[in-house]
């Protein structure tokens, strides 16, 4: 079945150092994808909806500058985290919208980024 | 605007049934979910359903909508040590975006 893949799944990096994150869908094209963060025991939330050949659209009070989202292809969205903080430690997910499976969504099974 | 909400802790006895309780808020929702989140792992998706669908049953789990309440539950059967997890009630429907509830905790016991 379709398969949507983050790399790294663990990923350690210094204070104001970036980090990337990729989001791909494996078997299908995604034209629209989907970053989610999570704060250690609180709940998914929406950072921003990921457009194939546009700008991203970004949730209130997530900061655009900070997390650079690319789309450039139909499978790869990826989110960098600018100038990283131990405040962004946290793990992030995408999901993708698999448009001839009836729309159906699928999630990658998340990236855990800690800054130290 | 668009809410899951369901409680945030659950205790049972192993080998009891476990029934996680959500209630969402958008009615044009066409999925709705259930996720497993084991500590340090990623989420696991255990089971949607269709909003056209009343109950969906796989194995240990079972699925019972009602949309006129818009209430979802997960009931799992003989509940094991194992499916001590977060479990994520989520939605998803409007514009693809899957909206999730703050996950409840199930804490099984020997």
């Known amino acids: 079945g379709a398969v949507v893949s983050q790399h790294p799944s663990r990923v350690i990096c210094k204070s104001g150092t970036s980090v990337k994150i990729e989001c791909r869908s494996l078997d299908f094209q995604a034209t629209t994808m989907f970053w989610y963060r999570q704060f250690p025991k609180q709940s998914l939330m929406l950072m921003a909806t990921s457009n194939e050949g546009s700008k991203a659209t970004y949730e209130q009070g997530v900061e655009k500058d900070k997390f650079l989202i690319n789309h450039a292809s139909l499978t790869l969205s990826t989110l960098t985290v600018t100038s990283a903080h131990p405040e962004d430690s946290s793990f992030y997910i995408c999901s993708a919208v698999a448009a001839l499976a009836g729309n159906t969504i699928y999630f990658g099974e998340g990236s855990w980024l800690t800054v130290v | 605007g668009e809410d899951v909400e369901q409680s945030l802790f659950l205790s049972v006895r192993e080998g009891d049934s476990s029934v996680i309780n959500c209630t969402y808020t958008?009615?044009?929702?066409?999925?709705l979910y259930w996720y497993k989140q084991e500590p340090g792992a990623g989420l696991q998706l255990l089971t949607y359903?269709?909003?056209?669908?009343d109950m969906k049953q796989d194995q240990r789990l079972t699925v019972l909508l009602n949309k006129k309440d818009k209430h979802l539950s997960l009931r799992i059967a003989d509940t094991q040590t194992g499916d001590s997890a977060i479990y994520f009630c989520?939605?998803?429907?409007?514009?693809?975006?899957?909206?999730f509830g703050a996950g409840t905790r199930l804490f099984v016991k020997a």
């Open positions: 989520a939605e998803g429907g409007g514009g693809f975006k899957t909206i």
């Open positions: 958008d009615s044009s929702s066409t999925y």
């Open positions: 359903i269709f909003s056209n669908m």
